[in-house]
């Protein structure tokens, strides 16, 4: 499997660290309840297709990078720095 | 009083010659690392450029020449390679001096990229791999800045403490190269 990161291109996947599941930057407000903080740290999805989770460039240029890929394919479908979708999360914006 | 003797990362290991391709350490220097301050990048950039006459480097490439680099290392990082970092600079970055903590080589010679390719998982020929390039990437299991200095230079920035790793996985695979001529 190869991962375009945004900074470097692509690049071959032993230089990534697996962080997990992208849900972890949508922290919830510390007032939001156990309901909501229980779905953040505990439930997570096992899909068989899409899925999209947050790849450590370990060995590159140490950037956090959400990918969203194929976890029957192995295709990644897009990259983007955590950073931006943060931003954007942020801002409002999907 | 005991006398304190510096040595080099690479200690009497280099240089070395096997076929066409050629090891060497660089001596150490000034290393120093540049964080841009949120904002600051065009600023920090311009106030390298006036004191040190280079830009700061954009992703993958690295600016200045021999005795004056500024090599892009990561996500909103560059390594001033050589000169006494100006005062001016700490204004718009966060600076950590980082000399000693590395070892500098040299890889040259018309087979340098086909060492390389043994090592690293990174297209690093001539065609795409230019002069002013860099890639932070592994060699080996080892995780390093390489340069492309020259037509036929590339330099490597490791972390001291794998100097002689280093130096082991380069010249086995010089010798490898060497013996398919």
């Known amino acids: 499997m190869r991962i ?10 032993r230089e990534f660290y697996y962080v997990g599941d992208a849900v972890l930057l949508e922290r919830p407000d510390p007032e939001a309840g156990d309901h909501a903080w229980d779905t953040y740290l505990h439930l997570r999805d096992n899909p068989a297709g899409v899925t999209r989770d947050l790849w450590y460039h ?16 192995h295709e ?5 720095l955590a950073e931006k979708r943060r931003r954007k999360l942020v801002e409002g914006a999907s | 009083m005991v006398e304190l003797v510096a040595k080099s990362p690479c200690g009497g290991r280099l240089p070395v010659e096997h076929g066409a391709s050629r090891l060497s350490e660089v001596a150490m220097t000034r290393l120093t690392s540049l964080q841009p301050k949120q904002g600051q990048e065009k600023a920090l950039s311009q106030a390298l450029k006036s004191a040190h006459g280079m830009v700061f480097p954009a992703p993958n ?5 021999e005795g004056a680099r500024a090599i892009w290392i990561g996500k909103g990082q560059a390594m001033l390679v050589g000169p006494e970092p100006d ?4 204004a718009h970055a966060a600076m950590t001096d980082q000399s000693d903590a590395w070892a500098m080589v040299r890889l040259e010679g018309a087979a340098a990229e086909n060492v390389l390719a043994r090592l690293v998982p990174v297209d690093l ?23 492309r200095i020259s037509d036929e230079a590339f330099f490597i920035l ?16 010089m010798k490898g190269v060497a013996a398919r001529r």
């Open chain 1, 76 to 80: 990644v479908l897009k990259t983007e």
């Open chain 2, 87 to 90: 005062a001016g600079l700490a």
């Open chain 2, 158 to 173: 490791a972390f001291r403490s794998m100097a002689g790793t280093l130096v082991h996985d380069l010249e086995t695979a």
């Open chain 2, 125 to 147: 020929r001539q065609t795409v791999f230019k002069r002013g390039h860099s890639v932070r990437t592994m060699l080996q299991h080892m995780s390093v800045s390489i340069t």
């Open chain 1, 58 to 73: 370990e060995a590159g240029c140490a950037a956090w990078v959400v990918v969203t890929r194929n976890t029957v394919t």
């Open chain 1, 4 to 13: 375009k990161c945004p900074l470097c291109g692509e690049r071959d996947r």
């Open chain 2, 61 to 65: 490439r690295a600016t200045g020449k």
